[in-house]
């Protein structure tokens, strides 16, 4: 028999084989199940008959085979010769560098960082304890039985001026429902008279000298109650928060209802069609009633609507989840801010007394970590667990009270996105009358930021008893700092917009709320002292009623 040429023509049907030369011979057979010679030997079957000049070195060109059995083909070359892989086939630029095409994933870094922080915290919260001991003692809070008092009575006594901006609405709808019967009505609309527009902007100016003298006396009452007669700064917190939201709710209510009023009184034809659809539910006047008024006091919102988007049913489970994540959010901030935070704080008095500015920069650096868990546990309580609980019971619809802040490109973005229910009070009240008035963004920034900062300060520095200013110009002083991160965050490349987020989490960690703390702090401790009756010694242990 002759030697074989590596390849066999076409037999059975016209199909040609091609194999490997010494090996035997293995026939496609018409029946696709059958299965002649050595089923050891490599075969390539193709529809296609090819001749033997074709081939070269006993197989058969790349463009008569199909590409799996060149995958199958490259695979048994591979297995054969594993020394001759080509490891280097093209140009590939470093997974980091900058000329890579894909970024990658810094997933594994995250998980490094968040084990990092635990264990260096964790390190930090057991030296404290063999240091100092454990700090924690409920009985030894300066709780005093005037400030609870005071504090109960704030709480009952607040709403009261939300009771009274709905007696002042209820007599202008009384008014304005009066008024509509009188007007003319011209071709479907109702176009105000030269004096009906005058007794519009009469009343309107008496209600708003009223809402406002309402609302001034609530937050200023409130002020000077806590900042005179209520001793721990927690209680007068809790009031003084509590007085700033019913300002704000109230304020919303009454603006809410000057244009809904206007409206009413006159409408001009489309204009009525454009409010939103979901005020249809609760149309003006309508919407003056007590029931209205007292969903809105305890919605999770600041912004005054008739109607809000509401969920079929209340989950329960999910209540209770969410008030478990608070009581345990709680019980952390609490042991957070006494077993460390309030060492560090101490520590820092007398740095700060003597102007040791290295040593006042190493206690910023050291509060910066524990003052940032205590915030976004903080965070996380307020915004996710409370909040959500009394949307849930409310039935409250629209539960966006936060977008994803922490990958702010600025810090502009960053107060527009951390708490959506003030951002979305001034942007709706301040920031967007003023623009179409006619002022510039500048001044209607300023001007947001300007109350913003008040409040702020009111919010700290009345219950700690130091209105010092550092708040007020914390706050104020953002604007910089948001001109110089917005054209960082509008340049395309990258590389601005994550200057911008270091940016803003370099001034939030560091020179913002530690610093605060800091100032706050000595003020206090210069003023009064602490608020325990526990010593800061060795051991720690709660002295004896």
Known sequence: MAESTGFEGPRDGGVAVARRPGAPVTRASSDPHATVGDTSATT????????????????????????????????????????????????????????????????????????VLVAANLRLVIENIQKYGVLICIRCHDFRPNDVRLGLALYVLIPCHLMIAYLIELVAAHNARRSRAKSQKRGGSTSPTEDESKQFIRTWRNLRIAH????????????????????????????????????????????????????????????????????????????????????????PTLVYQPAYPRTDRIRWIFVAKRLGELVCLSAFIWFASAQYATPVLRNSLDKIATLDYMSIVERLLKLSTISLVIWLAGFFALFQSFLNALAEVMRFGDREFYEAWWNSESLGTYWRTWNKPVYQFFRRHVYSPMRSRGWGRLMASTTVFLLSAILHELMVGVPTHNLIGVAFLGMFLQLPLIMLTARLEKLKSAHGRLLGNVIFWVSFTIFGQPFAALMYFYAWQAKYGSVSKMPLAQGGACPAA
């Not at 069609?273 to 006091?297: E, G, H, M, V």
Request: aromatic share 12%; hydrophobic share 40%; proline share 5%.
């Open 44 to 115: 390539i079957t193709t529809t296609t008959t090819a001749s033997p000049d074709t081939l070269a070195n006993g197989f058969a060109d790349a463009s008569i085979v199909d590409s799996t059995d060149i995958l199958q083909l490259r695979k048994s070359f591979r297995d054969k010769y594993r020394h001759v892989h080509a490891v280097h086939s093209k140009s590939r630029p470093s997974c980091l560098s900058h000329d890579t095409t894909e970024t990658p994933s810094f997933i594994g870094f995250r998980n490094l960082m968040v084990i």
């Open 212 to 299: 406002t003298i309402n609302v001034s006396a609530a937050l200023a009452i409130t002020s000077y109650v806590v900042y005179y007669y209520i001793h721990h700064p927690l209680i007068g917190t809790l009031a003084e928060l509590h007085a700033i939201i019913v300002w704000l709710k109230t304020a919303s209510y009454a603006l809410t209802n000057r244009d809904l009023r206007h409206a009413f009184l006159h409408p001009v034809r489309g204009e009525v069609d454009a409010l939103p659809d979901i005020y249809k539910r609760c149309p003006y006047p309508a919407n003056i009633t007590f029931s209205n008024l007292a969903y809105f006091w305890w919605a």
